[in-house]
Nanobody, 123 residues
């Protein structure tokens, strides 16, 4: 199995930027499609972005398209989420996940999860 640990969360002002990282251990992430989700209190876990094993394909919902960018560095066993032009609605716990296909947008499509990192956007 693969273990995932997110980092880079914190407090950022509206309109600012933040870059999250997810470091994997146990297996190389080149074996997996990777994704980012987030969850705010009282809300369902929300799909944010996914990327194929060799970075040739990505997928984003309209809510973050053009603001968030997912990328990966397989040599460093790390996946990133670049967040730009953030707003208070982006406040949530952010999770990375590993699965079999970048096409998946639901939680059940991914087999391994990190514990999350808190992102808080001030107004």
């Amino acid at each position: 199995q693969v273990q995932l640990v997110e980092s880079g969360g914190g407090l950022v002002q509206t309109g600012g930027s933040l870059k999250l990282a997810c470091l994997a251990s146990g297996r190389t992430i080149s074996n997996y499609a990777m994704a980012w989700f987030r969850q705010a209190p009282g809300k369902e876990r929300e799909f944010l972005a996914s990327i194929s094993r060799m970075s040739s394909r990505t997928n984003y919902p309209d809510s973050v398209k053009g603001r968030f960018t997912i990328s990966r560095d397989n040599a460093k066993n790390t996946v990133f989420l670049q967040m730009n032009t953030v707003n208070p609605e982006d406040t949530a716990v952010y999770y990375c996940a590993a699965g079999q296909s970048y096409i998946g947008i639901g939680q059940k499509a991914y087999d391994y999860w990190g514990r999350g990192t808190q992102v808080t956007v001030s107004s």
